[in-house]
């Protein structure tokens, strides 16, 4: 008779070790923060924590599927406060804390106990690394890698009305008598300075994770104007911006060695504005997308900025069409889906995004990381 195989004995979460402590005063709690990196990472269980005097404790955060405002427990008898999370292998996740106090007071603040800040265009913010989480090595400086090179110029748009500033990224290898893919990246100086994208580049570059590429970063003026589906912008992009950059750079001026990149507004106007010209850029790089719609009724929760936004995907929802960068993308729908996916995950795995046919003649696929930057979505 063959013995029944026992259970793995699961070892108590440090939180309910410390619960359970007798006497449970000042100087444990002290001794248990001094022990744990916080928030304190056990498996694919994290406990995020929070030490002080509030009436409420909430963990902010933007995870998927779950309420955004998560409430923290008290420790009976100390004024330390948590909350236990699970997270899927290798989530990073950003987050802060908010107060909430009897006189009617709320404060925001990042984790006190936690020295990890993540900085965006917005402000900076706390970070928890899941279990299993890595930084790619190639999103680091390496100094092995040949560096490229950042030039500024002026664009002159009659469809803006205004002097568009543009920093060009040219490889390091750059030669006249190559032909580049082109790679367009809304919202081009957060991505330069909080994603460190030229860093990302030269080391795609240098280790033929992609082929070597031009890459133009553009600026918004009234950012929420122009990338909501704005067809001044699209035409700035397709009609001034383009045949400046392919008159000027040896490019190779097809659909197939063209890409829009965009993160949030940025991920609608690069697909708003691949939606009115098809024909003429082949890939796209969405990182989630503000991709707002109603499905009854026109209560959006979005606020007037998003209005033309949730326009143009009920119309696209009620009548698609394919895309030619969608070629190879699987659509997504449902309430609080972005974007379009291939084959991984949509959400909870590593940050990823996809840069197809960037290969120009002989079209190539990569994983690509921009650290800091929200998740990303094709």
Known sequence: MTAPVASPVRRKLAINRLRERRPLDAGAVDRFLARFEVP???????????????????????????????????????????????????????????????????????????????????????????????IPDWTRFDPEARPGSLVDMVVPSRALRRDCAVTLYLPARFRRTARYPLLIVHDGGDFLRYADAKTVLDNLIHRLDVAELVAAFVYPGDRLAEYANSAAHARYLTAELLPRLEAELPLAGTPSGRCLMGSSFGAVASLSTAYRYPEVYGSLLLQSGSFVFTDIGNDHGGGPPFEPVVRFMNRYRSAPRRLRAADRAEPVDGPGVRGRRDDGPLRGGPRRAQLGELAGPAPGRAVVDFPGCPEVLL
């Open 40 to 134: 304190i990472v056990e498996g694919a269980r994290c406990t995020f924590l929070y030490r002080g005097e509030a009436d409420e404790v909430f963990l902010i955060h933007r995870i998927f599927g779950l309420p955004d405002h998560l409430p923290l427990r008290r420790v009976r008898g100390t004024d330390l406060w948590y909350v236990v999370l699970e997270l899927p292998e290798g989530s990073r996740v950003e987050y802060q804390l908010e107060l909430a106090f009897a006189d009617g007071r709320r404060e925001r603040i990042n984790d006190p106990l936690n020295p990890r800040l993540a900085h965006s265009p917005v402000g900076r913010s706390s970070v928890c690394y899941a279990h299993g989480h890595e």
